[in-house]
Structure formats: structure tokens, C-alpha cells
């Protein structure tokens, strides 16, 4: 995989990548001059902002209304498979905490598998994620000490007698709210309906997984960036030349005039084509598959006979925060390896800490995070590329005629407010402290620092005491040694900043520097 894709696919997930289906609806642009442009429509229904329903005004293209055979049923976010972490991510030593359609929950490893269940013990409401997994597999309330099985149901309260307890936990008022989960492919999976019904319908379907997607590595961001945007983001591969100099330039774009919906637009989802959009990747063929609600598969063909292949799962936490979990699908090291997971997370650590990679993803995040308190300040407001401008607008037009016909987007019904948060920008709240390969090595490095700093500080304690011996060969060699250390110290130092990265007032200025 070349160096500039590897990057595409990594960073537009982080941060992440007309015309209208042919059938009963019918797209045509009218770009060549302005006479051809029709007169103002209003087509009302057409989902704006984060699902909120408006009428919008469009004057480049024209639609012809689906006919009532095509209308699909409303798509219920609440009732679909959502990948919420990578497995390798997920510790099962204690419980994990997270936010799903934002509903927070925690995961645990019981002694029947995994388990979900809602993040409030139903004695106090405190946090489950705060308590601690038992060596039988139950999750403990760290408030009172309350204890649940993988089943939700209360397993033990402890300032209740033996036989008071096991009247209490018998009552269906002492369960925590549970929810399906399940592994698949390397992530874990939660339904967020909860009760008879939920696990019923659970079973009704599966995973959108690849087969093979478990043999490789999982990276996991949490952007504070909407799901809208995320999704849109993906499908709109023509922003590259322009927004991500550095890796591309403006001067590489190739126009993209072959972007076309290649299937009927379900509620299960549907697929797009288009060919290239830079110089170094005209010629090709490639195809979005967006597989309701998280899952986009994208697929390159290139004219060298080389294929691609990327996975990208979006799964809304918050109105502005998306759970993007990326399969690399870069091959793993070999088991028989000495060091093996040592090496792994230093590889892993090294790629995930480069400065370019995080000013590619940060040039979306902070365009993302533009679009999404612009559209939360009006939520009316229609963007033109909903309408198809240009063919390139297809892939984001596709989306929001999707979203408008199954009812509008996860939380449609909350209007929900943009709050801008420094916190949220550090790389180390999007990736690092969710990430086990990143933590481990951010505390090898710590230990490293403080080691060669000790070094260093007793390097010079010796080299002082030889000189005042009158041993300046050795004091000079111990001198050497003292300074080596220090700037393996400083070296360390730089590493570990190297998780956190900039100020926003001094990276902001970098991160579109050309």
C-alpha cells in the first residue's frame, strides 16, 4: 500500500475519505451555463444538520420525486449491531467504559463471556465503569459494593443479610439495564435496545464483518466530530488535493467526473463508484459501500492491476463525538518473534505519533468541527452539495438522501448544541488513552526518562568525585557518559510530548502550513 493511501485511510477514520440512483429517481446536472439553471425548487423533507427536517432550496440540479413505491420504511438506529472497540482494546481486568447513541454503558469480561449492560448502578446510579471486575467474573459497584453477574442480574449486596440478599437480587428492580453484546472480526459488538425485545431482535442480524478482518490490526480513534460529518467525510474522496497539501497538492487534482450510485439506496444501505481525483491514482476504479449504520467499505482497483482494500467503522457516541475504528490491514509481526509485543507496540506507537500524520487528520477535524457548529448554530441550513453541485458532491448527496429517507440521523430528535473542547483536541483524549499499545509505551518511556536521568545525575556525582581525585581521563569519560544519558533523558522527554502534541494556538498555524 502506498504511503499517501495508508495515510487516506488511517487519518480521514481519525478526524478519516453522482448521479442519483437510476430507477424511479433520476439526476441531472446542469452545469454548463446559466440558463440551464431551473428556477428555485423547494423540496421539502430533506434532512439538514443532524437530522433536523427543513426545506431546502436547490438551483444546480434537478430531481425527479421517488414514486411512493420507492419510500423504504424508517431505519431505527436504536436497533442495529454497533462495533464500540477494538477487542485488543478492551481490558478484562476491569471494566470499560463508553458511550453508544449517547447512552453511557460498560463492558466487562464476566464468567460467561462479555457483558453490557448501562453505566448506573440502579442503588445509587453511581458508575459501574468505576468499580472492579471479581475474580468470579462479576462487576462490583465501587459505591456500595453491590455485585452483577454477566446477566445484569444482581449477584450480592453486601450490607444486606445473606438471605435479604437473595430476596433483593431476585427482583428484576435490582438488575442493571443489560444490552446484547458480541465479539466479531476483532471488535466488539453492542446492540443498544435493551430488554426481551432487544435480545430478540439482536438475533434477527449480524455484524456488518469481513471475514478475514480479525487477522489484522485495529486502530481506534474518538474524534469530537459528529457522525454526519464523519460519514459524509468519507464518501467525498475529491477534498484531498485541496485540503491535504503536504501529502497531496492542489496542482495533482484530477477532476472527478465519474462518481455514480451503483445500487438502489436501502435502509440496509448502498454502493457508489467513481474513478480517480489525482494524478496519482487516475485511471482507476473504485467503489464506496456504505452498509448501515457504521460500516464503509472502500475498495481501489488501480490500473496497474494493484487493489486496495480499507475498512472504516463510524459509530455515534455523542452528537459531536464518533467512535472510528480502522483496519490497516497491514500484516502483523510474525509470532515466533522475540520481543514480539514489545515491538509491536513501539512500531505502532512510532506510526501513531508522527507530527505529519496528525496535522493530515487534524486538517479534517478542524474543518469537520467548522461544519458542525456552523450547522448547530442554524440546523435549517442546507449545504449545496446535499443538492450535487458537481458530480464530486455525489458521495455526500447520496448520504443525506439516505438519512432523509430513513427518518434522519442518531440524534435527530435532540437539537443538540456545539460546545468547542481543548480537551478534545489533544491527540492523547482522541487515540492514545483508549489505545493499550499506546499507553504501555507511554509508561515504558516514562520509566526510560526517569532512568536516564538518574543515570545521568550519578554519571556526574562520579565524574565530580574523579576530578577531585585528580583522575581527569576518567572524569572526562564519566563526564561523556553523564551528558549521553541526559540526552537520552531529553530524547525520552520528546517522545512522550509526542503523545500529546501542541498547543492549539501553536499547532493550529502548522496544521495548514503549506
Same mark, same amino acid.
Given at each position: ?6 495515510? %487516506? ?22 452545469? !454548463? $451555463? ?12 430533506? !434532512? ?6 427543513? $426545506? ?67 442503588? /445509587? ?5 468505576? #468499580? /472492579? ?16 453477574? #454477566? ?33 466479531? #472480526? ?9 430488554? &426481551? ?5 439482536? *438475533? ?55 462518481? +455514480? ?9 448502498? *454502493? ?49 463525538? !464518533? ?10 509481526? =510474525?509470532?515466533?518473534? =522475540? ?24 486538517? &479534517? ?21 446535499? &443538492? ?8 455526500? $448527496? ?69 576530578? %577531585? ?6 572524569? %572526562? %569519560? ?24 501542541? +498547543? ?11
Amino acid at each position: 500500500m502506498s504511503t499517501d493511501l495508508l495515510l %487516506i485511510c488511517l487519518v480521514e477514520s481519525i478526524a478519516s475519505f453522482a448521479l442519483w440512483p437510476c430507477g424511479s429517481t433520476q439526476t441531472k446536472n446542469l452545469l !454548463t $451555463s446559466p440558463s440551464s439553471v431551473p428556477p428555485p425548487r423547494h423540496q421539502p423533507g430533506i !434532512t439538514t444538520g443532524f437530522g433536523v427536517h427543513s $426545506s431546502t432550496r436547490a438551483t444546480l440540479s434537478m430531481t425527479v420525486a421517488p414514486s411512493a413505491d420507492t419510500v423504504i420504511k424508517r431505519f431505527t438506529f436504536e436497533r442495529a449491531w454497533y462495533p464500540v472497540m477494538p477487542i485488543s482494546y478492551a481490558e478484562t481486568d476491569r471494566p470499560n467504559a463508553f458511550t453508544l447513541l449517547g447512552r453511557r454503558m460498560v463492558l466487562w469480561r464476566s464468567a460467561d463471556g462479555w457483558a453490557c449492560v448501562e453505566d448506573a448502578c440502579p442503588h /445509587r446510579l453511581a458508575p459501574l465503569s468505576t #468499580g /472492579r471486575v471479581k475474580s468470579d467474573g462479576n462487576l462490583m459497584c465501587r459505591f456500595h459494593g453491590w455485585e452483577f453477574a #454477566g446477566d445484569g442480574k444482581c449477584a450480592k449486596i453486601p450490607n444486606a443479610s445473606p438471605e435479604a440478599s437473595a430476596s433483593l437480587c431476585g427482583s428484576p428492580e435490582t438488575a442493571a439495564t443489560r444490552f446484547p453484546v458480541r465479539d466479531d #472480526g476483532g471488535l466488539l459488538w453492542v446492540w443498544p435496545e435493551s430488554g &426481551d425485545a432487544g435480545f430478540a431482535n439482536s *438475533l434477527l442480524s449480524s455484524p456488518a464483518v469481513d471475514p478475514n478482518a480479525s487477522k489484522f490490526e485495529w486502530i481506534m480513534t474518538i474524534p469530537p466530530v459528529s457522525y454526519e460529518s464523519m460519514v459524509e467525510n468519507s464518501m467525498d474522496p475529491s477534498h484531498a488535493p485541496h485540503l491535504h497539501e503536504g501529502t497531496f497538492a492542489a496542482s495533482e487534482m484530477v477532476r472527478l467526473e465519474e462518481y +455514480e450510485v451503483a445500487s438502489d439506496i436501502e435502509p440496509q444501505g448502498y *454502493l457508489l463508484k467513481h474513478g480517480g481525483y489525482t494524478q496519482k491514482n487516475v485511471g482507476m476504479d473504485a467503489s464506496r459501500r456504505f452498509t448501515a449504520p457504521s460500516f464503509v467499505h472502500v475498495e481501489y482497483k488501480l490500473p496497474s492491476g494493484k487493489k486496495q482494500d480499507f475498512q472504516l467503522y463510524f459509530t455515534p457516541s455523542t452528537p459531536f463525538e !464518533t467512535r472510528v475504528m480502522t483496519n490497516l490491514q497491514a500484516p502483523q509481526l =510474525p509470532a515466533w518473534l =522475540p520481543a514480539r509485543g514489545l515491538l509491536t507496540d513501539l512500531f505502532h506507537a512510532f506510526f501513531l505519533t508522527r507530527k505529519g500524520l496528525w496535522r493530515f487528520s487534524d486538517q &479534517d477535524r478542524l474543518v469537520m468541527q467548522g461544519q458542525d457548529q456552523t450547522q448547530s448554530e442554524d440546523p435549517h441550513r442546507a449545504q449545496l452539495a446535499w &443538492d450535487i453541485v458537481s458530480p464530486s458532491d455525489t458521495g455526500v $448527496s447520496t448520504f443525506r438522501r439516505w438519512l432523509e429517507r430513513v427518518g434522519g440521523g442518531p440524534f435527530s430528535a435532540s437539537n443538540p448544541t456545539f460546545v468547542p473542547t481543548k480537551e478534545g483536541e489533544n491527540r492523547w483524549n482522541v487515540h492514545g488513552k483508549h489505545c493499550p499499545s499506546c499507553r504501555r509505551t507511554l509508561k515504558l518511556v516514562d520509566r526510560l526518562q526517569k532512568q536516564f536521568g538518574k543515570l545521568s545525575a550519578a554519571s556526574a556525582a562520579v565524574a565530580a568525585v574523579l576530578a %577531585i581525585r585528580g583522575a581527569l581521563s576518567r572524569a %572526562i %569519560i564519566a563526564t561523556a557518559i553523564s551528558i549521553l544519558m541526559q540526552g537520552a533523558s531529553m530524547s525520552m522527554e520528546r517522545g512522550r510530548r509526542s503523545f500529546f502534541g501542541l +498547543e492549539r494556538e501553536l499547532w493550529v498555524p502548522q496544521v495548514y502550513a503549506k
